[in-house]
Every structure is written in C-alpha cells, then in structure tokens.
C-alpha cells in the first residue's frame, strides 16, 4: 500500500512538470539539500578522477629517475614553489602578524561607575542606624535592624555579591568620629596618610573612609589605563612580544609586557595596597573588593586578527622565477633533480591552466560528458534503489554510507592505478562489494558491484576486460558473504574470491594469448593477495562503519543475541521474570518476521533488549512479583504510571550505556507506541475526586509509534505475550480469541499506522503466534490412573507421565 501510494505520488509530479515535488517524494522532505548533495557528489567525484593525458604528460617524471626525452620550454613560465614550501612561507607569515586587541573604555568607567557606586552604598551603611539587641517584655534578648540599614546592606549583596555583616567588615562599616576629620582638607599630602601606618580598631573616622575610597578609584583607574587583556600572557612567546591595541580610529603598537593580564592586574594591585597600608586586614579586604571590580578593558579581536593572518599568507607570493621560452628543462639521459622535477611541474600546471583559459567551451564538454557518462551509470543503481530499497534515499544517514562506499572504492582504483601504477586487476572490488552486502544486503552488493565494475571500465578508457575481471570477483564476494553467521566464515571467503580471481584472470589471459609465465608470475599473484587482503581489510573495517554510521549487521546482531551479554545477565539476574518475558517475545518476534518477510534476527534481538529498563525497578512489574504481592496496590495510579513510564527512560540510557545500535535503541520506547496505561487510568477514574480532572495524556506512552515491520512485531508480540498470561485455563480457542483481540485493538488504535505491516501481514502473524503460544500454554492431558501392579510383592500406582 505504502509503495503504491508513492508511486501515484510521483506519477502526479511527472504530470504536473514539478521538479521540486518529484525530488520532495523521491527524497523525502527531511534533509532534502543535504540528500541531493550526496547524489551530486556521487556524480562529481569520480567525475573529478578521471585521467586527462594531456594535463599529466609529465606525471610519470620522478625526482631520481632518467628523462627518456630532451624538454625545452615551449613557452616561458613562472616556476612555482612546492606545496611543503609555501606552507612553511605561509605559516611563518602568519606568526609574524601581531594579534590586534580593541581597547573598550566604556567597559573601565562602567568598571569605575560600579566601584564608586559601592563606596556610595558603603557610606550609607556607614551611616544609617545600626542594629541592636533588647529585652523583650518577657525578658528574651532580641535583635533589631533598622529598615535604613537592612535595605542598604541587601542591596550591597545584591548589586556587588558582598556579605558586609561578616566580622572581617566591621571596621569599615562602623562610624568613628575624630576632631581630625575638621581639618582633613588641609591634610592631602603622602607624608600625612592616614593609613599609611594606622592600626586599624573596630572602626574608620570619616577621613579615613575617605582616603580610603580615593586609593581604591586611584588603583583601579590605573589599572584601566595601563590596559588589562583578556588573554593569559604565558601563551605568549616572550615579554617584547608584540600587540596592536585599536581604541576607535587610532591603533598602536604595544609591548605584551607594558600590559597586564587579570592575573597579574591582581598581583600589582595587592603589592600596590602593601605600600598603602600596614594593617593586614586592611590590605585583604581591599584588596576583595577591588579583585571583584578588575576586568579585561582590553578585549581580543580574533576575526581581525584572523582576517589579517589570511591576507599575510595570501601575500605569499606562489612563484619564485621563470623559465623562458625554448630554455632546456632536462637532456635526454639526464637523472631528474628536485629543482628539475619542480620545473617540470609547473609547465604542466601551466599548461593546464593555458588549455583551461583558451579552451572555453571545448575544454568543458569533456567534463559534461563524463559527467553525463557517470550518471548513465549510477543512474542503473539509483533507480533500483529508487524502486526496491526507498528507505535508503529516505535516510540520509543510509545514502551517506552507499554513497561513501562507492567513492571509497573509486578512489582505491585512482590510487592503484593512476598513483601507485598497479595492473588493473588488483583494484579491490572486493572491499566495496563485500561492505555493500554486509552493510545493505545481497541485491544492493550485486547492484553496486555493476555499476563501480563498468564505473571503473570507463574510466581506464573503455578497458571492458577489467570491467569483466571486477564484476566476477565482485559477485563472487556478494554471494559468499550473503549467508554469513559466524566471523570464521570469512576464511572460506577468502579462499572463494582467491579461486575467482585465478579462474577469471586464466579466461582472459588465455583469450588474448597472454604468456603462462606473465599470468602466473605476475597477474595471478598480485589479484589473489589484492583479493586477500581487500577482504580482510573489508571485514576489519566493518566495525569502524557500524560505528560511523551507526548501523547493525549480521555480526552485531548475533553478538548481540549471545545470553552472555552484560544486559542479558542483568536482565536474567535482577528481573527473571522480565527475562522469560523477553525471550517469548522474541521468539514470537521471530517467526512474525519470518512469516511477513520482515529481518528476523533484526526483531528477535530487538525483542530480547525492549524492556532492558525493568532492571532498574523490577519489583514494580507484574511478571517479577512474587507470592501475589502487588506494590501498586499501595500506590496512587498515577505514581504507578510514572513508574511504568520510568522503564522506558532507564532503558534508553541502559541502551546508551552499553552502546546498543541505534535500530535497536528504537525499539523500547516503540513498542509501546502511543498506548494507555489501562488498567491504572481506569483505577485513577474510579478513585478520583468529584471536581478533580484525569488526564488521559497522563497514562499515555510518550511514543513514538513503530516506524519499521520489525517494531510493529515486537509491539504485537509483547501485547500478546502479556495478555496470554492472565487467560484462566487457557485453551486454543482462547489463545486465539486473545491473540486476535490484541492485533485488532492495535490495529483500531492507530499503532500501527507508521509502520509498513499490512492487512496480510497482520493475518500471517497471527498464524505464526498462535502455534507458539499454544506451545507455551498447552493444556496437559489428564491419563486414567493404571491398575497397581505388584513389583517386590508391593503394590505401586502409575500415573500420568509428562
């Protein structure tokens, strides 16, 4: 139903000449540019490796090699410099750029602002009423705060984070008042401080106040313009380490070391308050409160500092001279040096660059038309997949690793042949072909293994021998690996791809007559350890691309299913019943998979790990109870939902924890869909209150539905496994009547809308759950009890055996 409806969804895009809606269905809406890039890189990059002669004539020139030919210049051009070269000119004009720091003054007299504004706030406190203690009438010690002195101090703590009650404050909160205070105007010079070397008592005069708050603007006002930066100076390489500081439209340079960093702001400062004041706590508690007012006012420009280091290495010039027209480059015979070798290179970028230039239009078509070549060939996978496995243009996360696994295997075949200059028939099909059946499945191999065969034929200009070498062992490899179960598996892989290469290899050599000694002594060797070794590497990649992509395969999932795993164990050990559970419904999983056609390894294990979270509670499920104790009968329904709910949550992070595959992740919070909690919210509505309001949401399963045939088994297949359990003396029509009542309820509540099961399916699992649930609850046959027989001369009953 689902493929039909698709089907007619594009036909009516085709009608309507609707190029954004056709890739919308073929697609899907989520990802959509993402999707269409991956395709378009498919295209493009191999595309991009096709061989040019003309652009690589000198390719085959190596540093240490003989020139076979005398090279003049056929024209004069710049030599240029290496890659190595003009990364390290690059990166040292990069270091020699100082970082630019912008200096924001609004930022030191907001800073200023904030300290005066607490000197402010300090001398009302100082000067508000302060509090007390009294008796009351009977006789109890009280205390009293003023409200003028509460509401300053709580807007001290507020505003600035200052606790002015604690001990350490006191003297600077409390009033002294002193005949000195008359004549503190005329006392204004160094020599007359007063807290130069005052011991300071339970309290400062006003004067002292006073000088005190200037010091404090005077030291943090030359710290400002000093200049603090918001960096730390040890990441810079020395003290005369340079810096540019911008302040609007004016910039300087400055010295790292004529600057202070926060750090050392705060350093300077408590030295500063050491030449200040004798009195210790004095020194400490100023130098609190300045450190909570001493901020970077030089702030970090890193995108100019940043856009600067590019324009210095854009600066780098690529070239270093010229060679001029009709000049020699290398005689014949003559051993290639580097200075040569590099000469060499730069006429062939220079040709390639004149060709680009002057050839306009000519010089694109052959890049259309190779790119009209690759599509024609993806274009026979592309549409298969489009047809058969829709599911891969609709996850991005499937079309990313078909599409990476085909270039990966287009860049081996550059890298061999047009890198390393290997024969053709060690390029690793096998890799590819291997990964794809594996990953995907046999169709998908077999498919991929065409397309990259004939892909790769193209590309060695028509060289349909290798097309024929590549598409055999390819599909050798596919079919070898289709029914793999075990990694021991592999061995006789191998030795299967190893016998196809020597039989397809032997077919074509003998056909154009090729030497016994070239065949045996040289093409065999190198296809069979190609074959080898691309197989192998295959398989110990395969883990890499599980992660990466986070998909299943056959490996994960049979290690998955092994009772030994550490859940299992915990599931067996902590909720038995939960355990004995799982595997029910797993096995009914099973053969629902089996009947429908869906990936029957893929739901027994998914069925094994759906209720992994009753490990954390399992006393609170029916199935781990023992001796008829219900703890939910104590409990509010709504508290028991939650906990019902609570197994989702703890197996998703179990399912986390232990790394569990995605596909398999899905399925706890799937299998129970949308469903409600039945039992509790009927209890919650029989218990509730005249004027009280029950949610339905609130004894719902969050979701999602099940997206895949897999989940809507397991759904089924736990429904059915639970309901089984409360029947009283179950017989076959009973079983059925249940098995069905539960698909129907399923089916009637929407559950199953997401995913792909049909009416016939739904049909077929019931057939295939019912012999097992039988299996399970099968009524024993009562035999008649025997007459007693005389053994021994002692009488003896045989009753019924089972």
């Given amino acids: 139903m689902p493929d039909l409806l698709n089907r007619n969804r594009i036909a009516r895009a085709i009608l309507i000449k609707s190029p954004a809606l056709f890739m919308r269905v073929v697609f899907g809406k989520k990802h959509l540019i993402a999707k269409i890039g991956i395709i378009l890189a498919l295209i493009i990059g191999p595309v991009l490796m096709f061989p040019d002669s003309d652009f690589t004539r000198y390719s085959e020139y190596k540093i240490g090699s003989i020139s076979p030919d005398e090279v003049r210049a056929p024209f004069t051009f710049p030599v240029y410099k290496t890659p190595d070269q003009l990364t390290t000119e690059r990166r040292d004009a990069q270091s020699l750029v100082a970082p630019v720091f912008d200096r924001n003054s609004a ?31 009977d006789g109890q010690t009280q205390n ?15 505003k600035f984070g200052f606790s002015v009650m604690e001990e350490r404050w006191a003297f600077l909160v409390n009033k002294e008042n002193a005949t000195i205070d008359n004549n503190y105007g005329q ?39 000093l200049g603090i930066i918001d960096e730390d100076k040890n990441n810079f390489k020395s003290p005369i380490s340079p810096i540019n500081v911008r302040e609007g439209l004016k910039e300087s340079t400055e010295f790292i070391k004529n600057v202070n960093d926060v750090d050392e702001a705060r350093y300077h400062t408590q030295d500063l308050l050491k030449t200040y004041y004798s009195d210790t706590k004095l020194i400490n508690l100023s130098y609190e409160v300045l450190s909570r007012f001493i901020i970077p006012n030089i702030l970090a420009n890193r995108e100019e500092t940043e856009a600067r280091k590019r324009e210095a290495s854009a ?49 694109l078509l052959p890049f259309i038309g190779r790119s009209f070549l690759v599509f024609s060939l993806m274009f026979f996978l592309l549409g298969y997949i489009y047809i058969y496995r829709p599911d ?40 590819s072909s291997v990964l794809l059946t594996t990953l995907f499945d046999v169709r998908i191999g077999l498919i991929g293994t065409i397309s990259i065969s004939f892909l ?74 190609s074959g080898m070794s691309s197989m192998l590497v295959a398989f110990g990649c395969l883990v890499l691309f599980e992660q990466v992509f986070d998909v ?15 859940l299992q164990q915990q599931l067996a050990l902590k909720a038995p019943g939960t355990y004995h559970h799982s595997v029910i419904v797993a096995n009914l999983s099973h053969a629902g998979a089996e009947a429908t056609g869906a990936n029957s390894l893929l739901a027994r294990v998914g069925a094994l790990y759906h209720d992994i979270g009753k490990i954390e509670m399992p006393e609170y499920f029916i199935e781990n109870q023992i001796g008829g104790v219900n703890k939910h009968d104590r409990l509010d329904p709504h508290m028991s939902a939650k906990i019902l709910l609570s197994h989702i949550h703890s197996g998703l992070e179990l399912a986390e924890k232990y790394r569990l595959p995605k596909i398999i992740r899905s399925y706890i919070p799937e299998h129970h869909g949308n469903l409600l909690m039945t039992f509790f919210y009927h209890r919650a509505m029989e218990n509730k209150k005249p004027d009280a309001v029950i949610s339905e949401a609130s004894f719902r399963y969050p979701g999602p539905r099940p997206k ?65 649930i039988l299996g399970i609850y099968h009524v024993r046959v009562e035999y008649p009890k025997a007459d007693p027989l005389p053994i021994d001369g002692k009488n003896i009953t045989v009753g019924a055996m089972s």
Avoid at 331 to 339: C, D, H, M, P, V
Avoid at 496 to 517: L, M, N
Avoid at 737 to 750: A, D, P, Q, T
């Fill in 456 to 529: 790769i034929g193209a590309m060695q200009g028509n060289e349909y021998t290798t097309t024929i070498v590549l598409l055999f062992v390819g599909s050798v490899a596919c079919i070898t690996v289709v029914n793999f179960s075990r990694r021991s598996h592999i061995f006789s892989s191998v030795l299967w791809v190893s016998g196809a290469y020597i039989f397809i290899i032997a077919t074509t050599s003998f056909v154009k007559y090729t030497e016994f000694t070239e065949i045996f002594l040289h093409q065999l060797p190198y296809a069979i350890v």
């Fill in 187 to 225: 006392m204004r010079s160094d020599t007359l401080r007063l807290l130069k070397r005052a011991t300071i008592g339970r309290s400062l005069t006003r004067s002292q106040f006073l000088e005190l708050s200037r010091d404090w603007m005077r030291i943090l006002t030359d710290l400002f313009a």
């Fill in 107 to 137: 930022l030191a007299k907001s800073q200023l602002a904030n300290l005066d504004e607490f000197i402010n706030y300090l001398d009302l406190l100082r000067n508000a009423p302060k509090p007390f203690e009294y008796k009351d009438n």
């Fill in 392 to 431: 891969i243009f609709s996850s991005i996360r499937k079309l990313s690793l078909l599409v990476s696994l085909i270039l990966l295997e287009i860049t081996f075949y550059y890298v061999f042949i047009h890198v390393l200059k290997f024969p053709a028939f060690v390029i690793p099909i096998v890799f």
């Fill in 708 to 772: 895949t045939k897999e989940s809507g088994i397991i759904m089924l297949a736990d429904g059915v496994e639970a309901a089984t359990h409360a029947i009283k003396e179950p017989n076959a029509e009973k079983i059925r009547n249940v098995v069905n009542e539960i698909i129907e309820r399923r089916l009637k509540s929407g559950e199953l809308d997401e995913c792909e099961l049909t009416i016939g399916d739904l049909k077929r699992i019931t057939e295939a759950f019912i012999p097992i």
């Fill in 552 to 566: 299943s395969t056959t490996f994960t999932l049979l290690e998955l299913s092994d009772s030994n795993h550490p």
């Fill in 315 to 363: 600066n780098v010039p690529q070239t270093y001279g010229f060679v001029l027209s009709g000049d020699i480059i290398v005689n014949k015979n003559e051993t290639i040096s580097s200075k040569t070798h590099q000469q060499l290179q730069s006429l062939e970028a220079t040709w390639a660059q004149r060709r680009e230039a002057e050839g306009g239009v000519k010089w």
């Fill in 144 to 158: 009293y705060i003023p409200p003028a002195f509460d509401s300053v101090k709580s807007a001290i703590i507020r």
